[in-house]
Structures are given as structure tokens and as C-alpha cells.
């Protein structure tokens, strides 16, 4: 293990840089934080932003999120977000070959740069030239476009990336890579990016669920977790010596303090999905009111989702239980979000969402059951998750009751926790900040899963 502090100072080494479209881009930014001395900047939303560039970000997110929400509606919502998605897909990746040729999204994001989109930031962020970490691919574009002074590094939030996130001339441009996964690294290559700007890291986990290199805090809270999801010791039984091994002799000793068994329900910031979670309170509500369960329910920062479930856990009628049986936590700000959501995950046993950016809390020993995808990049992200065991896709949510309790008794869901925590990248976010600041880092080479 690295002997060198991992806690960056307050000082700012690096600009942060996010789009605050989705929760994506900003929680992978927000987690690496640290980088900038806790500012993000937000390149479609910052004090100074001109109108122009406002105006443009404003149309894409109205265009995105609308019909987001819209894809439950049959025939009519499935059209419109199967031509958005159809215009932003990812190729098949077999037979490898040669997909450097720009697509249609990428024509027109760089017909917007050189109008003089981001042209601004740019000259903003050049005043102090420091290595500049953004988790959104056209900000990196902008700056390689108008001769940024410093690094430029982009950090990949999927599980495979679209053409879009290579820049128009790859071989020729000074962008280098943060890559999620092996899928990413080698998916980067097809696109013609060089070898060199590529580095596999993981994506970037919050450091307080993760606690320093050798992951005590991680392996503190997956004992606990082990314990609520393995309650007639299937698992642990099977898995006895390798759990000595990783985690010491003191697992699954239940503590009074311990925490219930804890479902999280997670809406995206698009706030599609959000009867999903109504559909598993309703389905838990007995096994909730025995206080066999505890279910939370995350609308993100919007109030009117966050209304929307309290007024369905009254009609639920499991208003006595508001607040303990069932939380439904309201954020006041997008950074306060983030926090309050890594906060909830240290005593979430279970996380049920879209395979979105979270596919990659996999990593973190959480067991992950899958809604829906929502989009191309999903469909690849649920892959993942499944190729390395750390989740599912949901059964009906109407028997949510019946279902997840065979699965947790059976010890099956247990499983997934500790695949997750062995097979997906759990340091990234150390790695990155390793590579901006320029430090050594004993923390192993990732191995080249695709």
C-alpha cells in the first residue's frame, strides 16, 4: 500500500468540471471534489456563462429530459427515445474494427464549438492553468479545441462510451482518459484514441464509503451488510474462509446498533421511474409495518417527486412509519444530494435503480437490483453489472414482498454484495487523483476486464 497521505489539501490542484445534466456527470465530479478544493464548475450553468451558451445547453437538457420522462408512454414515448438514442448509440464492438469515423452527434457538437460554444470557460479556466478533470466529453472537446494551457483529462460515467466521447481527430488530440472499465479502454482504441492518453481507473467512488487504500471503511460496512442479507448463514458458511481472509474473524457479529435490513430506491434526475418506487412500497407495506424492512426513497433534489412519494407513503397508510419504516430524504441543493445519498448507502443493503453510473456502487459491496434500462449506454451498464455478479435485474416489483425475501433467504443476494465488492473497481477516485497531482501510487494495475 501507497505510505504517502491520500487526503489532498484544500488547495486547489485541478479544475473540476461537470454538466449538470443528469446525475451522472456531476456525481462522478462531485466525488472527486477533493481535486479542486470542493468546487465543481458546472460548464452548461457558471456565474458568467455567456447567453448564448446558456441557451444552447438549456434546448439539449429540455430536449433530454423531457422525452427521459416520457418513455413510459406507450408507442408514443418509446418512438421519440428510441431516435435520441438511436442518434447517441454505441456500435456493437465485435468484429473489432476502425470506428474513428465521426457520427451525426459529434458533426454537430463541434459545428456548436467552433460557433464559439465553450470558447469562454476555456479562456476562464486558462487565466490559472491547472490540469483540468472533467466528466463530460464536451468540455474536454472545447478545451483541446482552443489551445487550453494545462492537462486535459476526461472521465468516462458508463460502462461503454458512444463515439461521441472521442474527439472529431483522435490521433491528433491532447486529451487524455480516465477509463470506467476495460470495456471503455479498449472501446477508446476502436475510436482511434492513442494508447498512451488511455488509463484504466475505475470510476471514481465516494472516498468516505471507501476509506483510504486499504478500504476500511468499505470492509466495516460489508460485514455489517453481509450480516442483514445472509440472515440463515448460507453464504457465509460457503464462503467462510475466504471472508476470514478478506475481511477478518470479527464478520457478521450482529451489534445491537446494527441497522434493519434497508432497501434503497433510487429515481433518476430526469425523474423517470419514479411509479417504480410506489409499486415496491405498496408491495412491502406489511412486511415494513413488522419492521422486517426499511425502505428509502431518493427523488434526488426534486421536490415534486420527493411530495409525490410522501403523499403515496400516507396512502399507503404507513404514515406512523415516516421517517423510520420509510424515508423519503428532500435535498435542497444538487451537492447536498450527493452527500446526503452517500450518507443513506452506508446503511443501504440493497440498492434498487436504473443500470445507470450507480452500476458502478457495485463495487462498493452494495447489492444492486436493476429497473429498466433507460437508453444504450444502460443496456451495456446492466451487462457489466451482471458479468461480474454484483446484481440483477428486478422480478415483478407487485411481489417484491415475496421475491426479494426467497432471494435474500437463499443468501443469493449476499452473493451479488460480495461479487460486486470483488470484481468492480472500488479505488478510482485515488488513482485519478494519483495521476492529476502527479504522485506515485502503490494501489494495484487493474486488470483488463471487458
Known sequence: MSNHSHKVPKTKGAWVVDVNMGYGHSRAAHTLRDLSGGEVLSANDYPGIPASDLKLWKDSRKIYETISRMKPIPIVGDLLFEALDRWQQIDSFYPRRDLSKPNLQLVEIYRMIKKGLGKHLIAKLAENPLPLVTTFFIPAFCADYYNYPGDIWCVTTDADISRAWAPIDPKRSRIKYFASNGRVVERLKLYGVREEQIFLTGFPLPKELIGGPTAAALKDLLSERLCNLDPNGIFTEGYGRILQS????????????????????????????????????????????????????????????????????????????????????????????????????????????????????????????????????????????????????????????????????????????????????????YRIEDMVLGRSSELRRLPLIV
Not at 273 to 300: D, H, P, Y
Not at 310 to 321: E, P, R, S, T
Request: glycine share 12%.
Open 246 to 429: 478478506e475481511l477478518g474473524a470479527k464478520r457478521c457479529v450482529k451489534k445491537e446498533e446494527s441497522h434493519p435490513l434497508t432497501l434503497t430506491y433510487s429515481v433518476g434526475g430526469a425523474g423517470a421511474q419514479r411509479q417504480l418506487g410506489v409499486k415496491i412500497l405498496n408491495s412491502l407495506k406489511s412486511k415494513i409495518a413488522q419492521g422486517k424492512i426499511r425502505l428509502n426513497l431518493i427523488a434526488g433534489v426534486r421536490k415534486i417527486d420527493a411530495l409525490f412519494y410522501k403523499d403515496a407513503v400516507i396512502a399507503a397508510g404507513l404514515k406512523k412509519q415516516l421517517g423510520t419504516g420509510v424515508c423519503v430524504p428532500e435535498f435542497d441543493s444538487r451537492a447536498h444530494y450527493f452527500s446526503g445519498f452517500n450518507e443513506i448507502l452506508k446503511t443501504t443493503d440493497i440498492l434498487w435503480t436504473k443500470p445507470s453510473e450507480l452500476s458502478f456502487y457495485a463495487g462498493l459491496g452494495i447489492a444492486l437490483i436493476m429497473a429498466p434500462p433507460i437508453g444504450s449506454q444502460e443496456d451495456f451498464n446492466r451487462l457489466w453489472v451482471q458479468y461480474v455478479g454484483g446484481g440483477v435485474s428486478q422480478n415483478d416489483p407487485e411481489y417484491t414482498d415475496e421475491w426479494l425475501f426467497d432471494w435474500i433467504a437463499s443468501g443469493g443476494v449476499a452473493r451479488m454484495a460480495w461479487n460486486g465488492f470483488l470484481e468492480a473497481p472500488t479505488h478510482g477516485t
